[in-house]
């Protein structure tokens, strides 16, 4: 793979393991509507497409499928309320992150994040675990009309800086940064320890895959 000229980061899987943070605002949103809390693991296998998908997942304890909509509409006002005041509490960065960052930033790599996260929770989390300063861009959910796996935020990024998405790395974790960077025509390296809802990435067949991000040099 040829040396990118614009690398885009995920958040959620990819830079930093949030499942604390959100498995604990999930157990505590269930019991403040009187439901039994399902805990971390479970919560796990639900994250990567947004709150309100997590939300939605945890009233009806599974992947697929929508709740009650009354249901929804007094749960989620409180996950967000929880999670504005919780986000970055438990949450922490995967080995070798902050490595890899320093050195992508060492070599002159544009650097930019783009993830389904919205900007008022992404924003806060970026500077809490100290890497905000690394991005050039930070592409949140909300920030566009289409988020992943819609090619847009990919495709704006790459605006931005004036590069051709055939010089451009996208960075992830799931089936859904495969889809965009595919529609996008940017290379895709996954990380093999994230959020993709039980799934080996290496089935959606990205580029390559790594354990850490100090491994991605020698990919590239």
């Not at 990819?14 to 439901?35: F, K, N, Q």
């Not at 960052?101 to 650097?111: D, E, K």
């Not at 783009?114 to 861009?137: C, M, S, W, Y």
Request: aromatic letters at 8%; one cysteine or more; proline letters at 6%.
């Amino acid at each position: 793979m040829d040396k990118p000229q614009l690398i885009l980061i995920d958040l959620d899987g990819t830079l930093v393991d949030s499942v604390p943070d959100l498995a604990y605002c999930v157990d505590a949103m269930m019991e403040r509507i009187g439901r039994q809390p399902w805990g971390e693991t479970r919560v796990r296998d639900w994250v990567g497409n947004g709150v309100e998908r997590l939300v939605r997942r945890a009233l009806i304890g599974q992947l697929d499928g929508e709740p009650d909509e009354q249901e929804f509409d007094l749960a989620y006002p409180i996950f967000l309320d929880l999670y504005q005041h919780h986000n970055g509490e438990r949450s922490a960065l995967y080995p070798g992150v902050r490595e890899g960052l320093a050195a992508f930033s060492g070599q002159g790599l544009r650097l930019g994040c783009v993830t389904n996260k919205a900007e008022q929770f992404t924003i806060p989390l970026l500077r809490a675990l100290g890497i905000h300063d690394f991005f050039e861009i930070i592409i949140s959910g909300d920030t566009l009309a289409r988020k992943k796996p819609d090619p847009l935020p990919l495709l704006h990024a790459a605006g931005h800086f004036g590069v051709t998405p055939g010089d451009c790395l996208m960075l992830g974790d799931s089936v859904s940064d495969v889809k965009a960077a595919r529609a996008a025509g940017f290379s895709i390296v996954c990380v093999d320890y994230g959020y993709n809802h039980g799934q080996d990435i290496r089935l959606a067949e990205p580029d390559a895959v790594i354990s850490s991000f100090t491994q991605l040099p020698v990919v590239i």
